[in-house]
């Protein structure tokens, strides 16, 4: 099935979804049942099964050190935890390819992911293949949708503090490339910042992205999300699609997802060659566990190639 419009771009079911790795060569469901978005169609769909989509099965290699820290964020006004995780074979002083992995709405550095740690998250050996080696680095981004709010922005802490500490230890540093992922609210937040900063995100990967299509429809899911509709306007990854430039893009959600609307006008938006991976699914973690090694194997093609 190829939504309308999507000619241009890679569009595939999430059967095929391996074949976008090479061609580059629960956190976030929380915003959902707290601020009510289609509470009746997430039962129904859990009732009649929609939301159960095969999750496939995950190997790892042994995984890697991984370092817990934290630091007093000014662009935050407060402290933020962080977790660096190294891939197997490597430990702190190695210099790699980083990948900015952003929590989802109600989450943390420490639940980034879906089911699995950081460290796991670059052992893993998706169809049997370890990752090419890079590191991966999670951080506390608060509620706000990973865009500026008066007294928290949480875009500056990662580009401004977060970043710089990473290449300070070798991380992310030139030649070495960047890439940023996230998933629901993260997911959100990696397009927005891959948008407003293409020149140090190489490439972006967001797992069932919290998009909205307008300010009074954000408003109404959740009233934190943004600060005012000049806001909105400001960190529309729909209207801003363009500033992808050819940088590597790949979205993936499912049809039963609540975003799946916003999801449709960002694909339409999107730069020729970004791969849109869709299919059966809800907004859960079970979809998220399932997408998650195509999108870190996306991103390590990106960054090692």
């Not at 080696?133 to 706000?144: E, R, S």
């Not at 306007?233 to 993936?252: F, N, Q, S, Y």
């Amino acid at each position: 099935m190829t939504p309308s419009g999507w000619t241009r771009r890679r569009v595939l079911t999430l059967g095929l979804a391996p074949a976008a790795v090479l061609a580059c060569a629960v956190a976030g469901g929380a915003e959902l049942v707290s601020r009510g978005v289609l509470p009746g169609r997430a039962l129904l769909d859990e009732l009649d099964g929609a939301c159960s989509v095969p999750e496939p099965p995950l190997t790892f290699s042994p995984p890697g050190p991984s370092v817990d820290g934290a630091f007093y964020s000014a662009a935050r006004r407060r402290t933020v935890g962080y977790t660096i995780a190294y891939p197997p074979g490597h430990r702190r002083g190695a210099e790699l390819p980083l990948v900015v992995m952003l929590h989802g709405y109600g989450g943390n550095h420490a639940d980034a992911l879906a089911g699995m740690s950081p460290a796991q998250a670059v052992a893993l050996k998706p169809g049997g293949r370890p990752l090419p080696p890079m590191a991966l680095v999670t951080v506390d981004g608060g509620g706000g949708y990973w865009n500026p709010h008066p007294g928290d922005d949480p875009m500056a802490m990662v580009i401004d503090e977060l970043i710089p500490r990473c290449q300070r230890l070798g991380l992310g540093r030139a030649p070495r490339r960047i890439g940023v992922m996230g998933i629901s609210m993260g997911g959100y937040g990696a397009l927005l910042l891959a948008e407003k900063y293409p020149h140090l995100f190489v490439a972006v990967a967001a797992i069932s992205p919290a998009v909205w299509t307008s300010y009074p429809q954000a408003r109404q899911a959740n009233a934190g999300a943004y600060a005012s509709a000049a806001a909105f306007a400001a960190g529309d990854v729909v209207t801003h699609a363009t500033a992808l430039g050819r940088r590597p893009v790949r979205i993936a959600a499912g049809y039963r997802d609540p975003f799946y609307p916003g999801v449709q006008a960002l694909a339409r938006a999107l730069p020729p060659g970004a791969v849109v991976a869709v299919g059966p699914g809800c907004h859960d973690d079970s979809f998220f566990t399932g997408q998650q090694p195509p999108s870190l194997a996306f991103l390590a093609g990106c960054l090692t190639s």
